[in-house]
């Protein structure tokens, strides 16, 4: 009788582990995804700064204009799955304090919470591709972009995977290009002619959480006129220090993140589990020994 209290207790045991073996792979295939997504209190504000050159018709050059550009994001929504993110975009020249509406822009991104793509038929501009990078990335991996500048995606290629370092402080990350030439995006009014654009874009990534820790562009705008194409509009933007540091913290806290409760956790918790069952079988088995 005693023996099989102890292996009706040990069966207990067993339960237990199966129970942490089946929790496990929930964990993995089903619960965690469901809680890693964009979070519908999703709230950042980006902080850049940049040199636009404007061509001045009167003076035949060009004005050089420093200034700072704010780019706040936050959920006002959901529909159908996609989270809905007011975004606006403010500039303001750093010499005069004067703010540059012709710089302005606000608007609804309608962006899948689970893939960080666009979700093209509820999105109020219906814009395609890829918000931020996908994750997890692999070296040589690339992705379409979108480009509000292009007003369509481009391609981001995998450059190289580099330290990105501010002050003493680095972290590994995948670095990418994405380049545009000539791409038609509207009439000039005054003119008629035709506007292209033409881009040049870097950007650091972790490739584990995908965060964006640096992202550094040149672009220019110009006219086609009378069979003449030069340029009106080039800028130089580049994240400022206070966002390369914060987006830092970002990225490492959703690395840590990643690692203890997408990995670690479920590989645990199944282990765990495995070896209780694994443990009380050759228990059982031992003590039926004596009994027979």
């Keep these: 009788m005693a023996i099989k209290g102890k292996i009706g207790k040990s069966l207990i045991i067993s339960i237990v582990g199966v129970i942490l073996v089946i929790l496990g ?13 964009l979070p519908t209190d999703y709230e950042r504000d980006y902080f850049f700064d940049c040199v636009y050159q404007e061509w001045n018709a009167a003076t035949r050059t060009f004005d050089v204009i420093p200034a700072k550009m704010t780019r706040t994001q936050e959920a006002v929504g959901t529909e159908d799955g996609a989270l809905l993110i007011r975004e606006v975009r403010s500039v303001v020249n750093t010499d005069t304090g004067e703010v540059m509406p012709r710089y302005a822009e606000e608007s609804i991104l309608a962006v899948d919470r689970s893939t ?39 391609e981001a290629i995998y450059v190289e995977r580099v330290d990105f370092c501010v002050d003493s402080r680095c972290m590994d ?12 995006i509207g009439v000039e009014p005054q003119s008629g002619g035709t506007l292209t654009f033409t881009a040049d874009i870097e950007l650091w990534v972790d490739p584990t959480s995908g965060t964006v820790v640096y992202q550094e562009s040149d672009t220019s705008t110009s006219l086609e006129t009378m069979g003449m194409t030069f340029p009106v509009q080039i800028s130089h933007v580049q994240y400022a220090d206070e966002t390369r540091e914060e987006l830092m ?10 690692f203890w409760f997408k990995g670690m956790l479920p590989l645990i918790l199944i282990i765990i589990g495995a070896v209780l069952v694994v443990g009380d079988v050759i228990i059982i088995s031992i003590r039926r020994k004596p009994e027979d």
């Design 249 to 258: 913290d970002i990225g490492e806290s959703a690395r840590t993140m990643l």
């Design 116 to 154: 960080n793509e666009f979700v093209t038929e509820i999105d109020e501009r219906g814009r395609w591709g890829y918000w931020g990078p996908p994750r997890p990335l692999e070296e040589g991996d690339t992705f379409d972009m979108w480009n509000p500048g292009a007003l369509q995606t481009l």
């Design 25 to 37: 792979v929930l964990w993995i295939t089903v619960i965690f995804p469901a809680l890693d997504k």
């Design 173 to 184: 990350v995948f670095k990418y290009n994405l380049q545009g030439a000539d791409i038609p």
